[in-house]
């Protein structure tokens, strides 16, 4: 069954570094997102990825992150410059733009990235 | 920002009983309900999802129910199995824009005791 993959799947860090995050989509999807948890806390909403464009952000998502769909299944996302606070598992998800049914909006996610920042 | 909440942190079953988790959401503009399963140190596992246009979704051993004018729903396992164990997020979207992006709860972690 196809799924989504996620590497690395632990990623540490200095303060300031810039981190690339990696996902690959399932291949017939056309929604991508990106979602973090931070230790003890809710899975929260980044961003949103369809037509080659970002569709849309959460307030997290500053202008220290950015998304990127680099060639046909590659999906990154870009930390430019980590602080303590983006230490957090982030998620890959994708959806596929019409689902089995009329109403279908599942979303599949990744393994996950663990990512440390010291 | 609590527009869906878990109000029970655990549960415990007997194995062989019904689960049932809770989940309640204050949006009225969500439409669209998904409960994932989540084990450490993997992703959320999609389970079942239900529209705002129906009140039951069924899938095996897993049931839905939306009560939209309680702004409730609830999973419903039966009968519970050992490997049901881990915890399980209630999730909302709605149509504002074209994303869909996921609004989770905080979860409950199910304990299926053999």
């Known amino acids: 069954e196809p799924e989504v993959t996620q590497t690395p799947s632990h990623q540490v860090t200095q303060m300031g570094q810039e981190v690339i995050l990696r996902c690959v989509p399932i291949?017939?999807?056309?929604?991508f997102y990106w979602y973090r948890q931070i230790l003890g806390q809710k899975v929260e909403f980044l961003v949103s990825?369809?037509?080659?464009?970002?569709?849309?952000k959460s307030e997290i998502f500053d202008d220290q992150f950015s998304v990127e769909r680099p060639d046909g299944s590659n999906f990154t996302l870009k930390i430019r410059s980590t602080k303590l606070e983006d230490s957090a598992m982030y998620f890959c998800?994708?959806?596929?733009?019409f689902g089995q049914g009329v109403y279908s909006y599942e979303q599949y996610f990744g393994p996950g990235t663990r990512l440390t920042v010291t | 920002d609590q527009q869906v909440k878990q109000n029970s942190p655990s549960l415990s079953v007997q194995e062989g009983r019904i689960s049932i988790l809770n989940c309640d959401y204050t949006?009225?503009?969500?439409?669209?309900f998904l409960w994932y399963k989540k084990y450490p140190a993997e992703g959320p596992t999609f389970l079942i999802s239900?529209?705002?246009?129906?009140d039951k979704n069924e899938d095996g051993r897993f049931t839905v129910f939306l009560n939209k004018s309680a702004k409730h729903l609830s999973l419903h396992i039966v009968p519970s199995q050992p490997g049901d164990s881990a915890v399980y997020f209630c999730?909302?979207?709605?149509?504002?824009?074209?994303?869909?992006?996921?609004?989770f709860g905080s979860g409950t972690q199910l304990t299926v005791l053999p």
């Open positions: 998800a994708s959806r596929i733009r």
């Open positions: 291949s017939n999807h056309l929604y």
């Open positions: 990825f369809y037509n080659n464009e970002i569709s849309e």
């Open positions: 949006n009225s503009m969500f439409d669209y």
């Open positions: 239900i529209s705002s246009i129906k």
């Open positions: 999730a909302a979207s709605q149509l504002s824009g074209s994303a869909r992006q996921l609004t």
